[in-house]
């Protein structure tokens, strides 16, 4: 039997979540009238405001009519899991399509932008609400360590999207890369579908043992791809001319992939440093 609890659309966090999908509405809404493009950062804007307004509609129609009780997950994993996830890629919306789409007498992308601009502070102020506080007994993914993995998961996606075969297939060196960020993905991946589907008891060893183990391999890993992408992406490598006449240049992703190498490395070492501390230390206290 379903049962509505309107409660739920008026608490704080259920206010964001409604403006959440209004403002995701409205930039989709604006982009689609303006025309379609096949380029591709035009379809991730328009994937990332429409897959954030679908699913944050379907977390408040879930929440509503108390269907989320009923399901097999962990529903505060996966809602502030999905509000990480939103923030990052709404981010990312707001910044590229404002690059590649706007101009000073584009009145609709311009409205565009700001209500995507509008819906990645609701949703930062969404996993504000969200995230657990000291002392609190939460889900995994309600704490810094698991947020960061979903920041993690997310950094690698990125790093993905702008890989060429061509480029990495050439070099040991560069291969060896693309081996750090396909198993920190599939690792920061795995954590999440296990916490989310309440699975983190098969694990074979305590869960923040493994954790800390395989963050710190991640830190060593990732210290070398910080060094090694770098220095054979740009040795002998200047870049071409043409790349300031395009929108989109080979070598541009060379120097995304560098930046992101870097944040995901800094990503790690906070996340180690930080799970140390809640196993080490607040566990003792």
């Given at each position: 039997m379903v049962t509505l609890d309107f409660r739920t659309l008026t608490v704080p966090v259920g206010i964001?979540?409604?403006?959440?999908?209004?403002?995701t509405c409205i930039s989709f809404s604006l982009v689609a009238s303006v025309g379609h493009s096949t380029d591709s950062f035009w379809t991730w804007c328009m994937f990332t405001w429409c897959f954030?307004?679908?699913?944050?509609?379907?977390?408040?129609f879930m929440e509503f009519t108390s269907l989320n009780a009923k399901l097999p997950?962990?529903?505060?994993?996966?809602?502030?899991?999905?509000?990480?996830?939103?923030t990052l890629m709404v981010l990312a919306a707001s910044i590229i399509y404002p690059i590649f789409f706007t101009c000073p007498s584009c009145g609709r992308q311009i409205g565009a932008t700001v209500t995507s601009c509008l819906a990645f502070i609701l949703y930062a102020i969404e996993v504000g609400m969200t995230r657990a506080k000291t002392g609190e007994i939460s889900g995994f993914l309600s704490t810094v360590p698991g947020l960061l993995k979903v920041l993690e998961a997310f950094v690698a996606c990125i790093i993905f999207i702008c890989l060429d075969y061509t480029t990495f297939s050439r070099f040991p060196g560069l291969q060896w890369c693309v081996a750090v960020y396909s198993i920190c993905f599939i690792f920061a991946t795995l954590v999440i579908i296990f916490t989310i589907c309440r699975l983190l008891s098969l694990f074979p060893a305590p869960f923040d043992k493994v954790l800390i183990?395989?963050?710190v391999l991640a830190v060593l890993m990732y210290m070398t791809a910080v060094v090694i992408w770098p220095l054979y992406s740009f040795k002998?490598?200047?870049?071409?001319?043409?790349?300031s006449k395009v929108v989109t240049?080979?070598?541009n992703n060379?120097?995304?992939?560098?930046?992101?190498?870097?944040v995901n490395l800094?990503?790690?070492?906070?996340d180690t440093v930080y799970s140390f501390r809640l196993v080490f230390f607040v566990s003792r206290t």
């Open positions: 964001v979540r409604i403006l959440e999908v209004i403002f954030c307004f679908c699913v944050t509609l379907l977390i408040l997950i962990s529903w505060d994993d996966f809602t502030t899991a999905f509000a990480m996830l939103a183990v395989c963050n002998n490598n200047p870049r071409p001319s043409y790349c240049c080979p070598w060379l120097v995304v992939i560098s930046f992101m190498t870097c800094v990503a790690y070492i906070v």
